[in-house]
């Protein structure tokens, strides 16, 4: 026996009412556990694996292409390493400008040789020798020449003065200069005479070894024209000396 129509629609009625509101009820339920539902993350589009990645022994050979290397170069970009700069030709001077030009009845002046010099010491610094193309100089230490404050030579000085004359003798000089000095202790006076009694024994010692054809300058100049500071032994060392020097030959 069939049912009757009215109560079949009734049927149908009353369960998709059922469903609606279990539906409305499972949506609310989501939302209330959910306060913060995660964003929706899509995958990128393209190969998802690098290249090599189906064989870990295969180094990827590809790179990213840098500016202008897939054609013409990019705009504004920098120039090529052997081009960086651009190089201006040299500027070209006129030989005739009138800057150049010497003003009128001007003339240059003589050329002339300059005076270089050439020294050479000994370790111990007591014998000193400069030659230079206008003269040879050569600067003793009293010290290896004289006893203290003394005027007689050692007997070890007569060596060293026959290395002078020597020099002299090649260079077939014929005047020479001998020049005494002191450091500035005591007075000027005691050391003006001292620094002269030493360059006339001095003189002595090389008239002895030259010719009688040689003349000689000799004077004494006491604590003058020091060459150290006189502040210290080492440097008052340095200034008592004696000097012999001639004019270089041709």
């Known amino acids: 026996m069939k049912p009757p129509a009215s109560r079949l629609l009734r049927t149908v009625l009353c369960t998709s009412a059922s469903a609606v509101l279990l539906t409305a009820l499972s949506a609310s339920a989501a939302h209330a556990d959910d306060p913060a539902p995660q964003p929706t993350v899509k995958a990128p589009s393209g190969p998802t694996s690098l290249p090599g990645a189906d064989d870990p022994t295969t180094i990827p050979t590809t790179a990213p292409s840098l500016p202008g290397e897939g054609?013409?170069?990019?705009?504004?970009?920098?120039?090529?390493?052997?081009?960086?700069?651009?190089?201006?030709?040299?500027?070209?001077?006129?030989?005739?400008?009138?800057?150049?030009?010497?003003?009128?009845?001007?003339?240059?002046?003589?050329?002339?040789?300059?005076?270089?010099?050439?020294?050479?010491?000994?370790?111990?610094?007591?014998?000193?020798?400069?030659?230079?193309?206008?003269?040879?100089k050569f600067t003793l230490q009293t010290e290896v020449l004289f006893p203290r404050d003394s005027a007689k030579l050692d007997d070890s000085a007569q060596s060293r003065i026959a290395e002078v004359a020597d020099e002299v003798k090649k260079q077939r000089a014929t005047e020479i200069n001998v020049f005494g000095f002191t450091d500035d202790l005591g007075s000027y006076e005691h050391g003006k005479t001292l620094s002269k009694k030493r360059a006339d024994a001095v003189q002595q010692a090389l008239a002895e070894e030259l010719n009688s054809t040689v003349t000689f300058n000799v004077r004494g100049y006491s604590e003058d024209y020091p060459i150290a500071d006189n502040k210290t032994e080492a440097g008052r060392k340095k200034n008592r000396r004696v000097e012999v020097s001639f004019p270089r030959q041709d």
């Open 71 to 136: 054609g013409a170069p990019a705009p504004n970009y920098s120039e090529p390493p052997d081009n960086i700069g651009d190089s201006k030709p040299p500027v070209k001077v006129d030989p005739q400008a009138a800057g150049l030009k010497l003003a009128d009845d001007a003339k240059l002046a003589p050329s002339k040789v300059l005076d270089i010099k050439f020294v050479t010491e000994d370790l111990g610094g007591a014998e000193r020798r400069e030659d230079s193309t206008e003269k040879t």
